[in-house]
């Protein structure tokens, strides 16, 4: 993934955040591994672009840094003061908000990874570390992206150019709607509904020629059919909806 980095202390971040000492810290964690060390009683974060969608899992090496707490949040757009994400790849006069995170909690060891048991999607990553009485050093960061493995096979020329790209951005909104099983989105719900399952069903089999996950979709909708033959409007779930 490519990476932009900008470290700050404030929530909403400006252009004067490049700038920040932190930054070319942070840059240099995530494009050459050099270790950051964040003084005690400190508290940073910063932004990471990943340029693009992923469904990914994070990796995060810390050592020391007892009493620490580190804030991973994951989100699709940063926030303007409307409460509009706009333009997802700006970031001047926005925040994080509404975002999923995981909260990690370093005691001190010598040598520690940070990861979590389920995959976290978005366009961006922002990550909050504040310190107790220890400084925190961080040694390592990465993602692992996790999606259903399938390339397109099919051709699709037009004399406009503004076409080649919206096909790309929807096949890669297909590959990250597509786990262990369909997904109307990767970020808020990560469920199955019959409205867009259908669509998605044809999409992949039109294009990517695999109808392993079609059958399976299928056999699901098929398990979940009611004694009237309607099937629920999502499933598999723990709140069904009539």
Same mark, same amino acid.
């Given at each position: 993934a490519s990476q932009a980095v900008f470290g700050v202390t404030n929530v909403w971040y400006s252009k004067s955040d490049i700038e920040n000492p932190w930054t070319a810290k942070f840059d240099s964690?995530?494009? #050459?591994?050099?270790?950051?060390?964040? $003084?005690?009683?400190? !508290?940073?974060?910063?932004?990471?672009?990943?340029?693009?969608?992923?469904? /990914?899992?994070?990796?995060?090496?810390?050592?020391?840094?007892?009493?620490?707490? @580190? *804030?991973? &949040?994951?989100?699709?757009?940063?926030?303007?003061?409307?409460?509009?994400?706009?333009? *997802?790849? !700006?970031?001047?006069? #926005?925040?994080? /908000?509404?975002?999923?995170?995981? +909260?990690?909690? $370093?005691?001190?060891?010598?040598?520690?990874? =940070? +990861?979590? $048991?389920?995959? #976290? &999607?978005?366009?961006?990553?922002? @990550?909050?570390?504040?310190? &107790?009485?220890?400084?925190?050093?961080?040694?390592?960061?990465?993602? +692992?992206?996790?999606?259903? $493995?399938?390339?397109?096979?099919? #051709? =699709?020329?037009c004399d406009d150019e503004s076409i080649a790209p919206i096909c790309q951005m929807c096949i890669r909104g297909m590959q990250n709607c597509l786990h262990e099983m369909f997904m109307d989105c990767p970020y808020f719900e990560q469920q199955m509904y019959p409205g867009d399952t259908r669509v998605e069903m044809l999409v992949l089999n039109s294009i990517f020629g695999d109808d392993r996950m079609l059958r399976f979709g299928i056999g699901i909708f098929d398990y979940a059919r009611r004694s009237d033959g309607f099937v629920p409007m999502n499933f598999p779930s723990q709140h069904i909806q009539d």
């Open positions: 964690l995530l494009k #050459k591994g050099e270790s950051v060390v964040v $003084p005690p009683d400190t !508290e940073v974060r910063f932004l990471w672009d990943f340029g693009d969608y992923y469904c /990914a899992y994070p990796h995060l090496d810390v050592s020391g840094g007892k009493g620490s707490k @580190i *804030r991973w &949040a994951w989100t699709e757009g940063l926030y303007d003061k409307e409460f509009s994400r706009a333009n *997802r790849s !700006e970031f001047v006069g #926005k925040r994080v /908000a509404r975002s999923m995170y995981d +909260t990690f909690l $370093p005691d001190g060891r010598a040598k520690a990874r =940070f +990861t979590v $048991p389920w995959w #976290k &999607a978005g366009r961006w990553a922002e @990550i909050s570390v504040k310190t &107790a009485g220890e400084p925190l050093t961080l040694q390592g960061i990465s993602i +692992t992206e996790t999606r259903y $493995p399938m390339e397109s096979k099919a #051709k =699709f020329e």
